[in-house]
């Protein structure tokens, strides 16, 4: 089994930054694809950004330009910097994680991010 935990959410104004960090440990011998999800009250879940082993990366074109996905694959940790953020980016982000041999598919907790002025 792989676990994925999740940290670096809280509150912050328009315009602030997070950076949000997600470590797998387990099982973790084919994973491949990472990336984060999220899903804002009364919405529904959306893909942020995605990021390969070999840190091939794909945003969303709502935060193209504010948001930064990177890996350190030594650690199997993922971040995601948030900067210039907006109301609109309130949200419970999801880490995910896939195992490309296996095609198991894994989710973390989730973690609390909110913009408010």
């Known amino acids: 089994q792989v676990q994925l935990v999740e940290s670096g959410g809280g509150l912050v104004q328009p315009g602030g930054s997070l950076r949000l960090s997600c470590a797998a440990s387990g099982s973790i011998f084919g994973i491949g694809l990472m990336g984060w999800y999220r899903q804002a009250p009364g919405k529904q879940r959306e893909l942020v950004a995605t990021?390969?082993?070999?840190?091939?990366?794909n945003y969303a074109n709502s935060v193209k330009g504010r948001f930064t996905i990177s890996r350190a694959n030594a650690k199997n940790t993922v971040y995601l910097q948030m900067n210039s953020l907006k109301p609109e980016d309130t949200a419970i982000y999801y880490c995910?994680?896939?195992?490309?041999?296996?095609?198991?598919?894994?989710w973390g907790q989730g973690t609390q991010v909110t913009v408010s002025s």
């Open positions: 995910n994680a896939q195992n490309t041999r296996s095609l198991s598919t894994y």
């Open positions: 990021i390969t082993r070999g840190v091939i990366t």
